[in-house]
């Protein structure tokens, strides 16, 4: 971002510097800019000491401004900065802080892993999730201080997912569904986020039989609320899931 202020502010500004009766045309100049032209400023009948008045409340004007100016271009700098190194976002409707929801390409990703990375987001250190103490991308920390980097979280997240596409498989041959990639994955992706108690509710809804798929991916939008509210973010999750279940990879 660039301040530029043109030439004719910087010739007003030599002109104030330089005082007398060209300081006081600049000031009428001035005067006229601001739609003052009706009371201008007669120099003919101006007093040194109230040219030189006058000049130094609007050279001190122009330099507060300018002061100002580069102020907020510090803060607004200083802002994008912290926005780009933080993963932490604030839920518009809830006000609640949680880890920054992406929205992955899932027609042409193709992958399980980046699919959940995008939603959990990166944290390099412990946070509270909702009772939950968590880090990287949403995998279980060992301790409040715990840090870790990026490549590491990678790790974790891949040994997590395995664990929770285990459970969709077995869920699968519990009730005898001939689910497809797509559909595995995208139950991979629920499981994760709400846990094996979680996808039996979703396939089961409580009772002893199972739902057809039609219904699965119909329910999965439900799953949208954390701590009694619903986040937007859980609702774009909910909704990629479904679409690939239902339609798949591209």
């Not at 891949?158 to 009730?175: D, Q």
């Amino acid at each position: 971002m660039s301040y530029n202020y043109g030439p004719n502010y910087i010739s007003m500004i030599q002109a104030l510097q330089s005082g007398g009766l060209e300081g006081a045309s600049a000031l009428k100049q001035a005067r006229v800019s601001r739609g003052l032209a009706g009371r201008g400023i007669d120099t003919q009948k101006v007093s040194d000491s109230e040219v030189e008045s006058a000049q130094k409340k609007l050279l001190k004007r122009f330099s507060d401004v300018r002061e100002e100016n580069q102020s907020a271009k510090s803060e607004l700098a200083s802002l994008i900065s912290q926005l780009e190194e933080s993963d932490v976002s604030v839920d518009p409707v809830t006000q609640e802080v949680e880890p920054p929801t992406e929205d992955p390409d899932i027609n042409t990703s193709g992958s399980i892993i980046d699919f959940i990375a995008g939603f959990e987001g990166f944290r390099d250190t412990a946070y509270d999730d909702y009772g939950q103490l968590t880090i990287g991308f949403g995998t279980p920390a060992t301790s409040p201080d715990q840090t870790i980097t990026r490549e590491e979280a990678k790790k974790e997240l891949s040994k997590e997912v395995m664990k929770a596409r285990t459970i969709v498989l077995e869920a699968a041959k519990e009730f005898g569904y001939d689910w497809s990639d797509n559909q595995i994955d995208a139950l991979t992706s629920f499981t994760y986020n709400n846990g094996p108690g979680g996808l039996r509710q979703l396939l089961t809804g409580g009772e002893e039989g199972a739902r057809g798929d039609d219904i699965i991916s119909e329910k999965i939008l439900e799953y949208n609320k954390a701590g009694g509210k619903v986040l937007p973010g859980l609702t774009k999750r909910r909704q990629a899931e479904a679409d690939l279940f239902t339609q798949g990879y591209n």
